[in-house]
């Protein structure tokens, strides 16, 4: 080859891979900008940047990470019927295991935060059975937990965490949160003894004036009978007695579930201030 | 070889202005980006940018496409402040007129004033005299006779309107001072007569009984027994009459409300009387 | 030079009100709750009144929930329950007339065949029936049918 066609040969190489950078880094700039919104929380701008950029792109290298950054922007808009879209579109336009683990990663924490767990553990289960994601089966726990504690499901949420590691501080959490709550069922039959559920949730005051009414509506009916005044003894019975007596139990249960909400939340307001970890 | 080489290295520089920088935000890919968001649905954005082509590319059908947009999003007032800004000679500020009837509606449920016609066609008169014929219905008694207000309307409208203006005409109201005068004479009639049965019978039975069991007392003799069944009786009583005049009030009010519900639904199935814009064909 | 940038500066500023109209409408990042929604009440048991009728049922009504409604359990179908329909209804008219209100709610509580289709219900279950709808006041009536679900009031 003589020398000018060897220069022209190179200047024609350089002319093509510039004319492809140039092009590419539109694009790129496009996407540079909408990502710069995403990290400032501008999400709706984001958003519009990011299907913008969509809109106008014919290849494949951006579409991912558009659509994955697009459902996080909903769901930080907590518009997560959007998210789930984009995130579902991100996982199509996946080009590695990583990015398709990523992308529905996103949409199970979704799932979590809109309380729709039954999806999650389906979801779950798929990554777990899911050959390519062996070893990510601490992930996989980690978010099954997250799962559980959203379903009020204290003890297997414990059991999830502690797979990964017997003495995870969420899995202690779990466990103390557990431990301290009330068992309704267990305070309703407590309360075939009037009073006794009430003492078990705590609520000594409501335990004691439902003994006494309970004792005052027992002897003025047994009473009744015993006089034969079997009409009086009906009417006692059945309107006050058996009110105050079913009351009694529906009480201590109502107390119990009570007391749990306000002892879960408190675990839930923890886990969203103050713990340090990974969270939907 | 080398006649070739020159060839091969021209062939960028005719392509090369094609393949120059993507300019995302030049006005026409602006509008068609726009476009595209308009046509999914997602009006806001595409409101965002049609306001970015101010002065850039703006015609009679991207204002319109705004005000639209604004309208189909609730943002009635918004839609209605963009009317003000169309040029009455722009090719859509008829359509823009109508829209902003329909506007004013759903703002406010009041009789439209007519005014400004001189610049709608035929079919956009049609539906012009509809919807302010029907807004008629928004006032509190109507000053028109039948005929004149369905002649308007289309046949396969006009039962529908018939109905309505039949409503307007004789609502079909209960009296409250009359059903608590049946609840005084009979316990529960006056809740019977507004067509609440259930209630009726129960306040029937709940006084008939308390009165019941004063008479029985005070005819045993068991004095204080039977003055509390008789003060419990008379609050019951009176407490009928009362509920009563407040079914009856209630019944008023769940009528005039299935009223302007039914109005309500049979104007958004006709789109208010509106053509259907379709600009995503 | 300077009159285009004067000019320049004017169209940003008729531009912005447009566009920063639109920022009122646009969703912003929001705060995602943990926190499970609380629906029971918490009973309000102060005697805070503006008259002495609203006093008087205010103290009735802390009496019975204290000794009896909070231990006879959820008998109320009603949101709100009777006993607070009386202290709203004393509230809203007076003594008398919610005494009134009170006898013909307590006479709809026990017509248990037919009012489940009658009232709207808000959203833990129970029926809605605000005392607003029974001061004889036709303005103050806000009717919403049976199929409606209330926030929680």
Known sequence: MTSVSKILLLLLFLWISKVNLFAQDSFDEQFNLAKKLYDEEKYFDAVTEFKRLLFFYDGDIYRYESNLLTGLSYKNGSIFSEAIQHLTLAELNSKNIDEIFIARLEIIKVNILRRTTARAFTLLDSLQNDSRFVNKIDEINYWRGWAYIFSDDWRNASSSFSAIQKDHQLSMLCDSVANDLYNPQLAKILSLVPGAGQFYTGEYVSGVISIGWNVLWGYLTINAFMEDRVLDGLLIGSLLWWRFYSGNIQNAEKFAIEKNLEKTNSALRYLQNDYKGSKP | MRNLLIVIFLIPFSVYPQLSSFDFHSPENIKLFADHLFCEGDYLRAIEQYGLLKDHSVNDTTDFKMMLGYSKLGLYKESNKYFNGIDDKSNFYSDAYLLSLKNELLLEPKLIIASNVQSLDSIQLKSYRRITTISMLYEAELNIIREDFISPFDEDERNAVASFYDFKVDPNYKSPALAGTLSAIIPGSGKMYVGEWGDGVTALVVTSLFAFLAYDNFRTDHTTRAWIFSGLGAFFYTGNIYGSIASAQIFNAKIEFEFNDGLNLFLEQNNYFLPVYDFCK | ?153
């Open chain 3, 1 to 153: 030079m300077q009159s285009n940038f004067r000019i320049l500066i004017f169209f940003i500023f008729l531009t912005m009100p447009a566009l920063g109209q639109l920022d009122d409408f646009k969703w912003q990042k929001a705060d995602i709750s943990y926190e499970k929604q609380i629906h029971y009440n918490k009973r309000n048991y102060s005697f805070e009144s503006d008259n002495a009728g609203e006093f008087l049922s205010k103290s009735l009504a802390n009496a019975y929930w204290f000794f009896i409604s909070d231990v006879d359990g959820d008998n109320c179908p009603f949101r709100p329950t009777c006993s607070a329909f009386l202290i709203q209804s004393a509230k809203e008219t007076n003594i008398l007339q919610a005494s009134l209100m009170f006898f013909d709610r307590f006479t709809r509580d026990m017509n248990i065949a037919t009012r489940h289709d009658h009232y709207p219900r808000v959203s833990a279950g129970y029926l809605y029936d605000p005392p607003q709808n029974y001061t004889l006041n036709q303005g103050k009536i806000k009717y919403l049918p049976p199929e409606f679900i209330v926030e929680d009031e």
